[in-house]
T-cell receptor, first 114, second 112 residues
Framework: DAGITQSPRHKVTETGTPVTLRCHQT?????MYWYRQDPGHGLRLIHY???????DKGEVSDGYSVSRSKTEDFLLTLESATSSQTSVYFC?????????????FGPGTRLTVL | DAKTTQPNSMESNEEEPVHLPCNHS???????IHWYRQLPSQGPEYVIH???SNVNNRMASLAIAEDRKSSTLILHRATLRDAAVYYC?????????????FGKGTLLTVNP
């Protein structure tokens, strides 16, 4: 199994509070991703990183920010959580983005915003 | 992105082969076909990928039609642990290939 951990694994928070989710990898992979998964939508890309301090938006980035100060850590921040951000969040990593590269996923964080 | 069509659900018995189909008629000639699966309460995991010819690995086989408009993931002997949602994902060569586009997939139920 790829060495990917996510913390926390479960979180309940209130609307308007800031929330930070952490993804940690031990594989030294260059690329890291944050996806969210909601019923009826499948997984959708929020943000991704292609190196330390290099990040870019995915298809559902509004309301989220990310940071990557070290190769092994990729943080996802909800500056002011809303109920629509209740979801399961998955981190993924890959060595590259070629058509044959594999993405490895973490176990997920279940976030509930009340 | 190439569109895919997969059955919503399929059912199999333990130790029997399972053939999971995927239609991807809009795929381009250089797109690879990837399959991922997601076990209950887990993140997706890679299963297999291929371009034109059939591919085998320890988890499964991938049969790609000659015209590349469809492919079939083959689990040779289903186990209870294979119960999952299976996603067929075309990946474009070149361009912005950083994301995986997940559809709704096929929910595979394996009966003991």
């Amino acid at each position: 199994d790829a060495g990917i951990t996510q913390s926390p694994r479960h979180k309940v928070t209130e609307t308007g509070t800031p929330v930070t989710l952490r993804c940690h990898q031990t594989e030294n992979h260059r690329y890291m991703y944050w996806y969210r998964q909601d019923p009826g939508h499948g997984l959708r890309l929020i943000h991704y990183s292609y190196g330390v301090k290099d990040t870019d938006k995915g298809e559902v980035s509004d309301g989220y920010s990310v940071s990557r100060s070290k190769t092994e850590d990729f943080l996802l921040t909800l500056e002011s959580a809303t109920s629509s951000q209740t979801s399961v969040y998955f981190c993924a990593i890959s060595a590259g983005t070629s058509v044959t590269d594999t993405q490895y996923f973490g176990p997920g964080t279940r976030l509930t915003v009340l | 992105d190439a569109k895919t069509t997969q059955p919503n659900s399929m059912e199999s018995n333990e130790e029997e082969p399972v053939h999971l189909p995927c239609n991807h008629s809009t795929i381009s000639g250089t797109d690879y076909i990837h399959w991922y699966r997601q076990l209950p309460s887990q993140g997706p995991e890679y299963v297999i990928h291929g371009l034109t010819s059939n591919v085998n690995n320890r988890m499964a086989s991938l049969a790609i039609a000659e015209d590349r408009k469809s492919s079939t993931l083959i689990l040779h002997r289903a186990t209870l642990r294979d119960a999952a949602v299976y996603y067929c994902i075309p990946r474009e060569s070149g361009g912005s290939n950083y994301k995986l586009t997940f559809g709704k997939g096929t929910l595979l139920t394996v009966n003991p």
